[in-house]
Each structure stands twice: as C-alpha cells, then as structure tokens.
C-alpha cells in the first residue's frame, strides 16, 4: 500500500509529536491514499506556515507499507469503513484533547476535513443528534486516512520520496 503524507518539509523518518491543535485519531503521524487528499493537506500546511517561515513549500511525501498490517495482528489496528455512529464519537472524543487518547498503535477511517467539522461541531454543540449528523456526512466526499500512534506502527513505513508541489 502507498501512503502519502502532506507537509511543509521532508518527512523521511517520521516522529509522534504532540499536535498543536486536536486531530481526528489523537496525536500521531497522518497519512492517506488518496494523493489529492496528501496534496491538499501539503498547500494547507504551507498556507497556516507562510506567515511565520520564508520560503515554505508544500511538499508530497510518499510511503510504502504492507497491507497485511491491517489483518495481521502485528499491530493493534482500528478501522472505521465508514462514518458511522462509532466514528462519530471515536472523532469527538479524540479531538477533545492533545493527547492520544485510545491504545491502537494505527487508525484508519475518513477524514473529519474542514468541511465536516461544522456539521461535526454542530453535533458537539447538541443542535444536531447523532442521526441528523450521520445523514449530513453521508451528502460529503469522504477521503480516508491512516494514522500511526506508536514506535512500533511507525516502523512499518517506508520512505519512497518527498516531491515539491508547484
């Protein structure tokens, strides 16, 4: 499986770091299939660092990771298929702290993008429940992503390269 990855920089060991804003799997390191999701993160991250460093890129980096991990039991692996009622609250729950806040080393499932965190925040704020927030998510494109929460989930990927984005 390829994984890509969107920063401001090349990323070819990745490390956990704690996060300066909640993520949808808690604190880890982000990756997806999709390369239009990675590259769109990549020129976001630009976009935020612009300010405060000259001459930032968006830069794509891509992974290979075998795809037996998922049903291997190597790892301790949670994955959601879709955004369901137990992804709702997985999302909410995570992005409540800084801290990882669950014991799977990876977590794969879609994307709480910017254009669902107001219909997920909407849900957070009571004027949504449950079921009228899952009907909302249903009408958006979700990408999928996979994260990695330990050492161990980390070793398991491999740099291919890092491509500047024009």
Known sequence: MILYHGSNMRV???????????????????TSESREQAERWAFSKQKRMAGSMEGTKAILNSYEMADELFTANKLVVKEFRIADEEWL?????????????????MVKGPVAN???????NLYETGILNKA????????HRLYGQVSFHTPAALSQLR????????
């Open 159 to 166: 740099f291919l390269e890092a491509m500047e984005l024009g």
């Open 114 to 120: 910017d254009n669902l965190f107001q219909t997920i």
């Open 89 to 105: 609250e997985f999302i909410v729950q995570a992005r409540s702290s800084l801290q990882i806040c669950h014991s799977y080393d």
């Open 12 to 30: 070819e060991k990745p490390v956990l770091k704690t996060p300066s804003r909640p993520l949808d799997f808690s604190a880890g390191f982000y």
């Open 132 to 139: 009228e927030t899952i009907a909302r998510l249903k009408t």
